[in-house]
């Protein structure tokens, strides 16, 4: 540890000397018109002595933070992931329930038309019977009908339409 930290304060004696002497250098040449400086030079020299001094004093401390920024990016994108992959799960779940969902209406609906088409061949059935029972009611009436003139006639047409119509009735057709 004690040889470390000797070596660094060595290291930073060996870095200010060559700093004297750079700058030195530049006052001399600047004496002897050697070197024309304008202000980008100037700016530039200044910009590459910053960058230098901020390397050796404070590199350790930067690189620290743009470390622990580095790790916190890297855990708030890991949640990210995290929250996607579950709110994708969850919209796949909500997918399947709304397909098991068309699915059970699908059949909901077949078994409505079904239970429908039942329902019209019973009404059918129930209306033929009170079309038949009618029609035999009228027949009767007419057959047993008691007017003087048409006695006779009403008896033939109620005795030869009342089978017609009831063999008809029970075949099926209208």
Avoid at 33 to 41: A, D, G, R, T
Avoid at 157 to 166: F, G, I, S, T, W
Wanted: overall charge positive; proline content about 1%; charged content about 20%.
């Amino acid at each position: 540890m004690k040889e470390q930290y000797l070596t660094k304060i060595s290291n930073q004696d060996q870095r200010r000397l060559y700093l004297v002497v750079f700058l030195a250098a530049i006052v001399i040449t600047s004496k002897k018109s050697l070197i024309i400086y304008n202000e980008e030079i100037l700016v530039a020299l200044t910009f590459f002595a910053f960058v230098f001094f901020v390397y050796n004093f404070f590199g350790n401390q930067v690189k620290e933070s743009l470390d622990e920024r580095c790790l916190l990016i890297q855990q708030e994108l890991e949640t990210f992931f995290v929250l996607k992959k579950d709110s994708l799960i969850q919209a796949l779940q909500q997918h399947k329930n709304v397909s098991s969902l068309m699915k059970s209406i699908t059949t909901l609906i077949k078994f409505t038309k079904q239970l429908l088409n039942k329902a019209s061949q019973r009404c059918l059935v129930v209306l033929n019977n009170i079309f038949f029972q009618h029609i035999k009611q009228k027949l009767s009436t007419l057959f047993l009908s008691t007017t003087p003139l048409e006695l006779e006639w009403n008896r033939q047409l109620a005795a030869y339409q009342l089978p017609l119509v009831l063999a008809n009735l029970e075949n099926g057709d209208h």
